[in-house]
């Protein structure tokens, strides 16, 4: 692990989706090789369909970025970028927006491919736990993997969920 954080090497984030985060995000997912083809254009899909509508789309995205290039989406991370705490910086920050929602759970699926052990090193890390396998779901031989975690609600968010 780097000695350097997300903040302090430049990394910005937002939310608000630009017509731009299109071509940069075929690079970025491209770029991890882990991602299957279909994979890669449903990432630009729901990224289109946010653009087209908005908010009514009802995706929501977190992008990191240093110097106007696109460096993590979700929690994808650039392999140049990987190292800097950029992954647990956009999950904090995931785990914010669930709990600002007062949603009490974070499920995550993956696959269970020796490219996706870091992955799931990861999220084990972050504190989730495995809450099932689903045998050859992907393919033959790779397995979805669904981790959990539950999320403490925003005190704001639960009183307006129980107005």
Same mark, same amino acid.
């Given at each position: ?7 302090s090497?430049g990394?910005?984030?937002?939310? +608000?989706?630009?017509r ?5 995000l ?7 090789g ?13 990224? #289109?369909?946010?653009? +087209? ?6 995706? #929501?995205f977190i992008?990191?970025?240093? &110097? ?7 929690? &994808? ?19 914010? #927006? ?10 995550? #699926?993956?696959?269970s491919r ?28 790779d397995h ?5 975690k ?14």
């Amino acid at each position: 692990m780097s000695g350097r954080s997300a903040k302090s090497s430049g990394v910005r984030t937002r939310t +608000r989706p630009r017509r731009s985060d299109l071509r940069a995000l075929r690079r970025l997912v491209e770029s991890t090789g882990v991602f299957y083809p279909e994979e890669i254009g449903i990432a630009i899909e729901l990224l #289109e369909e946010r653009l +087209r509508r908005g908010a009514a789309s009802g995706y #929501e995205f977190i992008f990191a970025e240093r &110097a106007g290039e696109l460096l993590g989406y979700w929690i &994808a991370v650039a392999p140049a970028a990987q190292g800097l705490g950029l992954g647990r910086e956009l999950m904090r920050l995931a785990e914010l #927006e669930v709990a600002k929602l007062g949603g009490g759970r974070l499920y995550i #699926e993956t696959s269970s491919r020796a490219a996706y052990v870091r992955t799931r090193r990861f999220y084990r890390a972050a504190g989730y736990k495995q809450a099932a396998r689903l045998p050859d779901f992907y393919a033959r031989g790779d397995h979805k993997v669904v981790f959990y975690k539950s999320i403490a609600p925003r005190a704001r968010a639960r009183r307006r969920a129980n107005t």
